[in-house]
Nanobody, 126 residues
Framework: QVQLVESGGGLVQAGGSLRLSCAAS????????MGWFRQAPGKEREFVAA????????NYADSVKGRFTISRDNAKSTGYLQMNSLKPQDTAVYYC???????????????????WGQGTQVTVSS
């Protein structure tokens, strides 16, 4: 069974930074596209960023573009989300997701992903 484990969440002041990690196991990580999603209290889970299996193609939600960077290290079977200039509205539980694909492209649809982590809480204080 594929396992994804997020880490790196926490409490940070507005303007601060955090780096989330998503450690994958029981899969050939380089064959999986990956995405980050978030869910704030009372809201639906939403797309944040996605990266192709090779790491060359990325996409971001408009709300995080220019502040967040998605990356991956296939040798370590780990994905990352670097979050800078954090805002209180970034407060949410952040989830990583993955799915095997034969194409080197990114996927933004929540429903496309087959595997999900348990989430990590990010809280940004004003």
């Amino acid at each position: 069974q594929v396992q994804l484990v997020e880490s790196g969440g926490g409490l940070v002041q507005a303007g601060g930074s955090l780096r989330l990690s998503c450690a994958a196991s029981r899969l050939t990580f380089s064959s999986f596209a990956m995405g980050w999603f978030r869910q704030a209290p009372g809201k639906e889970r939403e797309f944040v960023a996605a990266i192709s299996r090779g790491g060359d193609n990325t996409n971001y939600a408009d709300s995080v573009k220019g502040r967040f960077t998605i990356s991956r290290d296939n040798a370590k079977s780990t994905g990352y989300l670097q979050m800078n200039s954090l805002k209180p509205q970034d407060t949410a539980v952040y989830y990583c997701a993955a799915r095997a694909t034969s194409t080197d492209w990114y996927y933004k649809l929540l429903s496309w992903y087959a595997y999900w982590g348990q989430g990590t809480q990010v809280t940004v204080s004003s």
